[in-house]
């Protein structure tokens, strides 16, 4: 079974930059579609980029969209999520997820990590 652990959360000033890493184990990552979502403290989970599974197809919500980018290295097992820009209405805990879809709708992923938090903060 694919199990998903992400990593390079942490706290972080507004305009600054992180990178996220879900590393895959237990499967074969390659063989899908990898998405990231967010929930901050009192909202829904939200989408935030998905990636196919070549890597040549990538979505990003509108708000994310020229200050994320996602990529993946299937040699690896591993997708990133290179954010810049961050803003304070960022912070949340982010989770990647596995599924056959690339789509921002959370019943379309099977596998989910235990996400990792990112606070933007002065």
């Known amino acids: 079974q694919l199990q998903l652990v992400e990593s390079g959360g942490g706290l972080v000033q507004p305009g600054g930059s992180l990178r996220l890493s879900c590393a895959a184990s237990g499967s074969t990552s390659a063989y899908y579609v990898i998405g990231w979502f967010r929930q901050a403290p009192g909202k829904e989970r939200e989408g935030v980029s998905c990636i196919g599974t070549r890597g040549g197809s990538t979505n990003y919500a509108d708000s994310m969209k020229n200050r994320f980018t996602i990529s993946r290295d299937n040699a690896k097992n591993t997708v990133y999520l290179q954010m810049n820009s961050l803003r304070a209405e960022d912070t949340a805990v982010y989770y990647c997820?596995?599924?056959?879809?690339?789509?921002?709708?959370?019943?379309?992923?099977?596998?989910w990590g235990q996400g990792t938090q990112i606070t933007v903060s002065s």
């Open positions: 997820a596995a599924g056959a879809w690339c789509s921002g709708d959370v019943s379309s992923y099977n596998y």
